[in-house]
């Protein structure tokens, strides 16, 4: 038995006061002569044992009286916990996306909110409540109802210990109060964290799981893109199943709201599709592949962007080519031709493609920011003079790791050999041609190169254009000078689609997406002023990412809470300077689940519970107490009436 004020029980010491009234005789009696007193003190032994009885009867009575009033106004009731027990409610509700999933009674997360709402309707007590994006503590049931209402899906997904932790710190903040968690989630594996297990459960912790009707999910995983030409870009879509199945699945490409182009996906008992749609390589394409599903929703979507291609930047170093300025056209390209002597190193890392041509002797501080070039995505193209140092044109060789310039040759061979297959060229002829007029040269260096691949072979089997793939860029050799006097290279066919595509090819297509995550880091190819910022924008809002500015480029550092799937727009004073596209990590659509019942071995404050009736009730029975005061009232009104018949009735 436990009482609300057990302070008022230190009233029963003042029930020594009725026990000394008693005990001390306080009437004084008076003697009377009388003749004869035989017969009288027969009388007086009867009348005092009976008074005595009775002063003891009404003793008892009083003391078991003011006994039952005071522990009456104790308040005792019976309970497990005191009546001063504090109750800590905090409910973890997983609003990831996979709880977009179907059950019984319509999406899970809104259907288990609603139940979450009807079953606190009528409760006095505050709860917090935690999801995959915010913690709201010590919530009211009207703030409670309304954070449900209001709770949106996230692409945040939170590992089970970090629930667990952020628990343990909510709990943590609130002492003397005993603590009951529920975990409410669908339990994917991709939440479960195998490294770490339930270790930090120090206080009882409930877990709901939700059940879909259906574990099947169609779901749009990657793009990308293969087999560009100069005309056009091949989009492959790969569509992936959470199981087996026969399903023929409608594929949609949208350039932003505009139908263009619809497919299928037939699954043959299969779990991966692949389709493919082509579009031109000469627009802005902001692109959105969908396809339809009912499972889940925000796995059905899939955004891209491809720029439309801006003008090249080439930069040629060396002699003066008149055929350079006629294949870089103005319309296409911003081409740049610079004697060695008056090169402006700041210029090097500002143009896609950097051409030297015919120099005697490369500079070595040049040689290295040529690296940096190559390395960072530019196309490099070598041409060696009449007179080339060696020992210079080995230090580039070596430093880009192209291999060893051995030897020149002075000796006329014919270019014979078309590599078809080379991805220079690849788009180039429709047929191989067997009736060639092949060019010719008179000089030309040989070279060991290493990892190379030959476009353009001399008649004795030596590269006369090779090519090597340098980290992010590509280099390419020309083992003779192209001057009129050594080579009719110039003359031949070849000259125009080779010189092209060493700019075309070159030209990347930016990323095409990106995945939403706790970080995105972007560069953004601009020149800024000191005090001048990158915007980012929607059709619905507008922020300031974190920038760091560099030489050329911005770094946005995106945080990935606040993103949705979808494009945005990058802007420095209202001039657009690129669109992306964001699209939700896939993990979560693979629908795999986990088996409750390995957390729960050896953690005995952990319990699988079927439904949110079992933890209300639990808590509501923890929280019931048997109140006795009305009792003891009655006992105090039967003390009262006893002691009041033992005064009229009992015979003294």
């Known amino acids: 038995m436990h009482f609300k004020h057990p302070e008022i029980l230190y009233a029963l010491l ?37 008074t005595r009885l009775k002063k003891w009867l009404i003793l008892i009575t009083r003391l078991l009286l003011l006994t039952s009033l005071i522990v009456a106004f104790a308040q005792p009731y019976f309970s497990n916990l005191s009546s001063q027990t504090k109750f800590n409610t905090t409910i973890y509700l997983d609003n990831s996306f996979s709880m977009q999933a179907k059950g019984n009674e319509g999406e899970l997360l809104r259907s288990i909110s609603q139940k979450i709402i009807k079953e606190n309707t009528n409760s006095n007590n505050t709860i917090s409540l935690i999801t995959n994006d915010a913690i709201f503590n010590n919530l009211s049931v009207k703030s409670l109802k309304n954070k449900l209402i209001s709770l949106k899906y996230s692409s945040n997904k939170l590992d089970l210990n970090t629930v667990l932790l952020k628990i343990n710190t909510l709990n943590n903040l609130k002492t003397n109060y005993l603590n009951k968690s529920l975990l409410i989630s669908d339990f994917q594996n991709v939440n479960y964290n195998k490294k770490s297990f339930f270790t930090n459960v120090n206080s009882p912790v409930s877990l709901l799981k939700l059940n879909p009707i259906k574990n099947i999910n169609i779901f749009i995983d990657s793009i990308y893109t293969t087999g560009n030409s100069l005309k056009e870009i091949t989009i492959k879509v790969q569509i ?41 390589n000469s627009v802005k394409f902001n692109g959105k592949i969908s396809l339809v599903d009912t499972s889940l929703e925000f796995d059905n979507d899939f955004y891209f962007t491809i720029s439309k291609p801006k003008k090249i930047n080439i930069l040629s170093i060396g002699n003066s080519s008149e055929f350079l300025s006629k294949i870089y056209t103005e319309a296409e390209f911003n081409f740049t031709h610079v004697q060695l002597h008056k ?12 051409i030297l041509n015919e120099i005697d002797v490369i500079p070595s501080e040049l040689i290295q920011d040529l690296y940096n070039f190559s390395t960072n995505g530019g196309t490099l193209v070598i041409i060696p003079s009449k007179n080339s140092n060696l020992n210079s044109y080995n230090k580039i060789f070596k430093v880009l790791d192209l291999g060893l310039i051995t030897s020149k040759i002075e000796n006329e061979y014919k270019i014979t050999t078309i ?25 030309y260096y040989k070279a060991n190169l290493k990892n190379s691949s030959s476009v353009l072979k001399l008649a004795n089997n030596a590269s006369f254009i090779s090519s090597k793939k340098n980290k992010e860029g590509i280099i390419y050799w020309i083992s003779s000078p192209l001057n009129s006097n050594i080579s009719n290279f110039l003359q031949s066919p070849l000259i125009v689609p080779v010189f092209y595509n060493f700019a075309k090819k070159n030209l990347r297509i930016n990323q095409l997406y990106y995945t939403i995550a706790s970080e995105n880091n972007i560069d953004v190819k601009t020149t800024v002023g000191k ?30 809470t606040h993103l949705q799937s979808g494009f945005y727009k990058i802007k420095s004073n209202n001039t657009l300077l690129k669109t992306i596209a964001f699209n939700y990590n896939r993990e979560e659509s693979d629908l795999t689940y986990l088996n409750l019942k390995s957390l729960t071995i ?19 029975n ?9 009792w003891f009232l009655a006992f105090s009104m039967l003390f009262l009436l006893i002691e009041m018949l033992i005064l009229k009735y009992f015979n003294k």
């Open 531 to 560: 005090d001048a910022i990158l915007k980012m924008s929607t059709k619905t809002q507008e922020f300031i990412p974190l920038q760091t500015i560099s030489q050329n480029k911005v770094t946005l550092k995106i945080q990935g």
């Open 622 to 630: 923890q929280k019931q107490m048997n109140w006795l005061f009305k």
């Open 343 to 354: 090169l402006s190193y700041n210029d090097i890392q500002k143009q896609q493609l950097i």
């Open 14 to 50: 003042l029930l020594i006061i009725p026990i000394i009234v008693h005990l001390f005789q306080l009437q004084r009696f008076v003697k009377v002569p009388f003749t004869n007193v035989q017969f009288l003190k027969n009388i007086e032994q009867q009348t005092r044992k009976s």
């Open 419 to 443: 590599n078809y297959e080379h991805p220079l060229i690849n788009d180039v002829f429709e047929k191989k041609i067997t009736n060639f007029q092949y060019p010719k040269t008179t000089i």
């Open 602 to 620: 050896n953690n005995k404050n952990i319990t699988i519970i079927k439904s949110i009736d079992d933890f209300i009730n639990e808590i509501n």
């Open 240 to 280: 992936k199943s959470t199981s087996n199945n026969t399903s023929v699945i409608p594929i949609s490409l949208y350039n932003n709201t505009k139908l263009i182009g619809k497919t299928t996906a037939k699954f043959k008992n299969s779990t991966v599709e692949t389709v493919e749609f082509t579009i031109p």
